[in-house]
């Protein structure tokens, strides 16, 4: 699947550089073009990908801080520029366009729906939302931004995958290793993802295509990643368990929304050498996902990998009943009403009914 790829805000940029990154070392050839769009210039400073600074007029490149209505805002005024500068990424060969943005900040946040909005009036391509949720302890203006946020790109884009900061983060590391180890996470979910359909040079097709990814993403709203991979055996016949078991990690434990195993669509694609994949393992890991998952619609196939691990991953479509996603709901709904209150309580010293002294 050649997705063409868009990084909005910071995370956005990093990420989607961090996916580009992955799928060359891959050799998929599956990213087309990157475009990193900012407020912000010293945030495109860093990035080896295509930039474009908008909003120049209104915040003269300093970004927008945490303000997604102004995102918002200036995506909207400068979306001419933003398709112009479109022009040579989507092309004809693109199946799929990835937004890409951290949900919880300013530009990301309030340019992601913006933009999928006016892509889908434009391209007959599905336009996809990759959302980062902010953590539990990234403060009340990042969960209400996240919350507005989510719910407005859930609408405009074909489908928002998701991906919460907590899933992977260790206690121990400092905020920006913890992003890196992060992004290398999501790149390596999501480059498995789009080098469906892809001929890997040396090993042949993949017997899944992009157009099984798209349908498995069709239910719309909400969807997340898992991945899990293990050593594999020589023998085929060895390798029946260790697919069904990573398979049981990759939507238990590695789920880039954790504790969201139930949707209605899923694809579980098996990637490793062909030598040593074992089509009864595929199918048994296909099944144990439709128990699982309670999903009707459970696609499958394998992706020839060179290498002696097997991977696997697993999209699940449909998750808006998550209980982690109502959990974030409620947490940004209470820091919506937080932040207002808090709003209020700065005004109440412009109000006319106590007359300044002078
Ligand atoms: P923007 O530049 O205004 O769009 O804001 P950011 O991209 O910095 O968005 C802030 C949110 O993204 C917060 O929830 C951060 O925790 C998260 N974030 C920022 N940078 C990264 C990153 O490199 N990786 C990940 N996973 N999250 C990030």
Known sequence: MKAALVGLGQAGGRIAEAIRDADRQAGYGAVGGVLAVNTARTDLTGLDVDTMLI???????????ADNELGAEIMTDDRGEVLAGLDGIITAETDAVVLVAGLGGGTGSGAGPVLAQELKRIYDQPIYGLGILPGRDEGALYQQNAGQSLKTFAREADSLLLVENDAWRQADESVAASFRAINEKIARRLDFLFAAGEGVEGVGESVVDASEVINTLRPGDMAAVGYAAADAAPDPGENVNVITSTARRALLTGMSVPETTRGEAALVLVAGDPDRLSRKGIERARKWIESETGTMVVRGGDLPIRGDRIAVVVILSGIAGSPRLQSFLERATAASQAVE?????????????????F
């Open 55 to 65: 909003g120049q007029d209104r915040v003269a490149g300093h970004g927008v801080g």
């Open 341 to 357: 209150e808090e709003t209020d309580r700065k005004n109440a010293f412009q109000n006319d009914e106590l007359e300044d002294l």
